[in-house]
C-alpha cells in the first residue's frame, strides 16, 4: 500500500548549536487518515521530551566513562610512583636530594638510584619524549630495564648501549629518551658519566664556581640509532662539591609572559645557594614557581642533586 501522510521531525540537542541526534518519522497508509498541524505540533513536543532524554543518557554514559577513566588514571599513577626511589643513598660524606613533577597526573621524566655490590651508587636520570600515558609507559619500560643493564654489564657505557638497543628495538615508533647516567664512587671520590643526548649536569665547587659535566661525551638519544656506542667522562669530585641533574621542565619553565626560566637563571640559582643539597632543590623549585607564576607546567620535571661534604 501507499504512503498516505508522513511526518518526520529532527532530534536535536537543546543548545544553541541544535545538533542532530536523530530523526523521528511516522507514516500512515490509511487515506482517511492524514495528519494534522496539530499532529506535527504533538510530534515536535515528543521529539524535544526525547532530544533530551538522549542527551541524559549520553552524559551518564560519559560520565560512567570517565569515572572509569580516572581509576584507571589513578591506578596508573600509583603504579608510576611505586617505580620512583622510596629512599635516597646513605653514603658516609655524601648527601642526595630529589624533586619530581608529572605535567599530567602520569609523565615520563625518570630518576633512580642503584646500588651496586661494589658499593658505587648509580643516579639516574631521563626524559622521555612526550608525556601522559605513552610516555608513562616507555618510562616504566626504561626503570626495569636500566636497572638490568646496569647490574648485569660490566661498564657503564656498555650498560647505556645495552639499553638504547633495546629501546630501539622495542617496536615503540618513533619515541626517543634523552638519559644521563652517573657512577659515583664515595671512596676514590670519583664520578664517572654517560650522556645519551640529556642535558649536561652542571658542578658546582666550594669556592662557588660553576661548570657543565660530560658535554663533550654527549650523544644520540636513547632509541634513535641500534648501534650508538657511548662514552665516558671521568670527574673528580673535591670536598664541597654539588652536582645536579635536571629534565627540561626545570630549564623551559614558561613565566606568564611567555619567557622561559633557562639555564642563566638556573645556574644563577644554584650559584646564590650554599646550604646543604635538599635546602638547594627546594630552593630551585621554590624559584621555578615563582617565575612561572602559578601556571601548571608544560612538562615533567624532575631534578636531582648530591653533593660531597666540605669536611
Same mark, same amino acid.
Given at each position: 500500500?501507499?504512503?498516505?501522510?508522513? +511526518?518526520? *521531525?529532527?532530534?536535536?540537542?537543546?543548545?544553541? $548549536?541544535?545538533?542532530?541526534?536523530?530523526?523521528?518519522?511516522?507514516?500512515?497508509?490509511?487515506?482517511?487518515?492524514?495528519?494534522?498541524?496539530?499532529?506535527?505540533?504533538?510530534?515536535?513536543?515528543?521529539?524535544?521530551?526525547?532530544?533530551? &532524554?538522549?542527551?541524559?543518557?549520553?552524559?551518564?554514559?560519559?560520565?560512567?566513562? =570517565? $569515572?572509569?577513566?580516572?581509576?584507571?588514571?589513578?591506578?596508573?599513577?600509583?603504579?608510576? #610512583?611505586?617505580?620512583?626511589?622510596?629512599?635516597?643513598?646513605?653514603?658516609?660524606?655524601?648527601?642526595?636530594?630529589?624533586?619530581?613533577?608529572?605535567?599530567?597526573? *602520569?609523565?615520563?621524566?625518570?630518576?633512580?638510584? @642503584?646500588?651496586?655490590?661494589?658499593?658505587?651508587?648509580? /643516579?639516574? @636520570?631521563?626524559?622521555?619524549?612526550?608525556?601522559? +600515558?605513552?610516555?608513562?609507559?616507555?618510562?616504566? $619500560?626504561?626503570?626495569?630495564?636500566?636497572?638490568?643493564?646496569?647490574?648485569? &654489564?660490566?661498564? #657503564?657505557?656498555?650498560?647505556?648501549?645495552?639499553? =638504547?638497543?633495546?629501546?630501539?628495538? !622495542?617496536? #615503540?615508533?618513533?619515541?626517543?629518551?634523552?638519559?644521563?647516567?652517573?657512577?659515583?664512587?664515595?671512596?676514590?671520590?670519583? *664520578?664517572?658519566?654517560? =650522556?645519551?643526548?640529556?642535558?649536561?649536569?652542571?658542578?658546582?665547587?666550594?669556592?662557588?664556581?660553576?661548570?657543565? #659535566?660530560?658535554?663533550?661525551?654527549?650523544?644520540?638519544?636513547?632509541?634513535?640509532?641500534?648501534?650508538? &656506542?657511548?662514552?665516558? !667522562?671521568? =670527574?673528580?669530585?673535591?670536598?664541597?662539591?654539588?652536582?645536579?641533574?635536571?629534565?627540561?621542565?626545570?630549564?623551559?619553565? +614558561?613565566?606568564?609572559?611567555?619567557?622561559?626560566?633557562?639555564?642563566?637563571?638556573?645556574?644563577?640559582?644554584?650559584?646564590?645557594?650554599?646550604?646543604?643539597?635538599?635546602?638547594? /632543590?627546594?630552593?630551585?623549585?621554590?624559584?621555578?614557581?615563582?617565575?612561572?607564576?602559578?601556571?601548571?607546567?608544560?612538562?615533567?620535571?624532575?631534578?636531582?642533586?648530591?653533593?660531597?661534604?666540605?669536611?
Amino acid at each position: 500500500m501507499r504512503i498516505r501522510s508522513m +511526518m518526520c *521531525v529532527p532530534l536535536l540537542t537543546q543548545d544553541e $548549536r541544535q545538533q542532530g541526534l536523530g530523526v523521528i518519522q511516522i507514516v500512515t497508509r490509511d487515506a482517511t487518515q492524514a495528519f494534522t498541524e496539530d499532529d506535527l505540533d504533538l510530534l515536535v513536543t515528543l521529539a524535544a521530551q526525547a532530544s533530551i &532524554k538522549i542527551e541524559i543518557a549520553e552524559l551518564h554514559e560519559e560520565a560512567l566513562q =570517565n $569515572r572509569e577513566h580516572e581509576r584507571d588514571l589513578e591506578f596508573a599513577t600509583q603504579v608510576q #610512583l611505586g617505580f620512583l626511589p622510596k629512599s635516597r643513598p646513605k653514603l658516609e660524606g655524601y648527601a642526595f636530594a630529589d624533586y619530581y613533577e608529572a605535567a599530567l597526573r *602520569v609523565g615520563g621524566d625518570y630518576f633512580d638510584y @642503584i646500588t651496586l655490590p661494589n658499593g658505587r651508587v648509580v /643516579i639516574a @636520570i631521563g626524559d622521555v619524549a612526550g608525556k601522559g +600515558m605513552p610516555a608513562a609507559l616507555l618510562m616504566a $619500560r626504561l626503570y626495569s630495564s636500566t636497572r638490568f643493564q646496569i647490574l648485569t &654489564k660490566p661498564s #657503564l657505557e656498555l650498560a647505556v648501549e645495552g639499553l =638504547n638497543e633495546e629501546i630501539a628495538g !622495542s617496536g #615503540l615508533g618513533h619515541r626517543f629518551i634523552t638519559f644521563l647516567v652517573m657512577e659515583l664512587d664515595p671512596v676514590q671520590h670519583t *664520578v664517572k658519566i654517560v =650522556n645519551a643526548g640529556h642535558l649536561p649536569p652542571m658542578l658546582r665547587s666550594k669556592d662557588g664556581s660553576i661548570r657543565e #659535566l660530560a658535554k663533550e661525551v654527549s650523544s644520540l638519544p636513547l632509541g634513535i640509532l641500534p648501534e650508538q &656506542k657511548y662514552a665516558a !667522562s671521568d =670527574n673528580q669530585l673535591k670536598p664541597g662539591d654539588v652536582i645536579i641533574a635536571f629534565t627540561d621542565g626545570v630549564t623551559e619553565a +614558561m613565566s606568564p609572559q611567555k619567557e622561559i626560566f633557562g639555564r642563566h637563571r638556573l645556574e644563577t640559582a644554584f650559584a646564590t645557594h650554599d646550604g646543604p643539597v635538599e635546602g638547594l /632543590i627546594e630552593a630551585i623549585v621554590e624559584q621555578v614557581e615563582e617565575f612561572s607564576g602559578g601556571n601548571a607546567s608544560r612538562d615533567d620535571t624532575c631534578l636531582i642533586g648530591f653533593s660531597r661534604s666540605a669536611k
